[in-house]
């Protein structure tokens, strides 16, 4: 099965040509494990990296399994982003259309009119939770007919907070439905939710196998506050770097490095969750076109991005979890490819990171970076806080729910 072709998987011979003709012949390894099984009409649980082709891989067999006298929506795709939501259609919407079926996005950032009469006529609608569940609740949308369920990076939907809107939406599809979750993980909340709505599922575990994956090189540079701004530059100005994708932690911090950057002649744009989704749309056209070679982002507005060719990632900010590390560095060393992965840290930062990437089996890279336990209860000596003589300080009272938080990220 590892040479297996579209046509050996079970795809019909219209799709096997609309591939082709987008010059895919082979399929991934995660399409070879998932295509006969969602074909058939089981239930699938897949563990499997973004970039290894999942979107084809539950695409190609759903679009399959629906025809074009099927109900309006009869295929629900449930995604984090906006971005991820916008490339999903966009990847899959030839291959829709050679079998007479109309796809459709729904996400927050743009007009919800237009976006509900469009959600009316598709037979596969991809959402955001958040959006989705507004036009449900202006009953511009129904999911009784939907009898095909995605949830694509569900873990991503459940670490924003999404799991009560999405388990709503859910619970708003057909009782027979199958249902496909994809996701970097299938432990913990995630596993908790394939429990609950899933019947028989076949699971499927892929990692890249190193000649895929590339190999990536970890760089971890202690730095001061003052210093960052002209370190990065240092590393945007290399002439061996091609892409280059910046995490910050902040929506603001994302636009005031972009400033700082253009003040040293670096062209760069952001992309963050206050940015419209034309504005959004514009800034990825630009980087994928190699127009501009830097992109700075946050965490949640990067997710979903797959660009070719980025050769560096940047961690201006630390990440804020070992998950979230790994989510930023895989984006580059992709399909064969080598990449750098660069971390700026703080002095104050050294034991925060430690405890993030040290179990991520880079004690010799962080060694390097003079970042070690050591180093680490130094810095968190110095940045431990004195002892409050007033009493402990009183909660927010402005404070938003995480569900809040996520719903208003996605929309």
Known sequence: MTHATFAELGVSEVI???LAAREITQPFAIQRMVVPDILAGRDVLAKSPTGSGKTLAFGVPLIERLGAGDARPSALVLAPTRELAAQIVEELRSLAHARALSIAAVYGGA??????ARAARAHILVATPGRLLDLIERRDVSLAQVRLLVLDEADRMLDMGFRP?????IKMTASERQTLLFSATLDGEVGRLAKAYTHDARRHEHADT???AGRTEHRFVTVSGEA???HLVGELNNPDRGRTLVFVRTKRGADRLVKKLAASDVDAVAMHGDKSQAQREKALARFDSGVVDTLV?????ARGIDVAGITHVINFDIPATGEDYVHRVGRTARAGASGVGVTLVNHDQRGELLAIAGRL????ELKLGGITAEAGRSSR????PARSQTGPRRPSRNGASRSKRARAASS
């Open 228 to 230: 960052k701004v002209a």
């Open 297 to 301: 982002a946050t965490d949640v507005a």
């Open 16 to 18: 096997v040509r609309e």
């Open 111 to 116: 007009g919800i009119v237009k976006q509900a």
């Open 361 to 364: 089996g880079l004690d010799r």
């Open 381 to 384: 000596q110095r940045s431990a």
């Open 210 to 212: 190193p000649q895929r």
């Open 165 to 169: 809107v999405v388990e709503r939406i």
